[in-house]
């Protein structure tokens, strides 16, 4: 059974950075290898939508709200997957989910962390 822990989020004034992490527990290393990973952020009031992902081969897309600002990576000797965030803007605040994706199972989603971009 797959687990995902985000963690990082926060508040930040306009303008800056964070680093966001997921941590994948209950798999192997060579599973997660083999796995799609995304994130995900859903504001106040709208709906949950794709920030980026990254496939097993390492193939990224990004939304076009945060491409060129974002940057999704993952470190498969950690089961980890990273977003890095920068020239936040308030438009960003949102809840912040992390995605685990494999053909045959079930898609795994972690909790969640909040990121606020206010001054």
């Known amino acids: 059974q797959v687990q995902l822990v985000e963690s990082g989020g926060g508040l930040v004034q306009p303008g800056g950075s964070l680093r966001l992490s997921c941590a994948a527990s209950?798999?192997?290393?060579?599973?997660?290898?083999?796995?799609?990973m995304g994130w995900y952020r859903q504001a106040p009031g709208k709906q949950r939508e794709l920030v980026a992902s990254i496939t097993s081969g390492g193939t990224t897309n990004y939304a076009d709200s945060t491409k060129g600002r974002f940057t999704i990576s993952r470190d498969n000797a950690k089961n980890m997957a990273y977003l890095q965030m920068n020239s936040l803007t308030p438009e960003d605040t949102a809840v912040y989910y992390c995605?685990?994706?494999?053909?045959?199972?079930?898609?795994?989603w972690g909790q969640g962390t909040l990121v606020t971009v206010s001054s």
């Open positions: 995605k685990w994706r494999r053909s045959g199972a079930l898609d795994a």
């Open positions: 209950g798999i192997s290393r060579s599973i997660f290898s083999i796995s799609d």
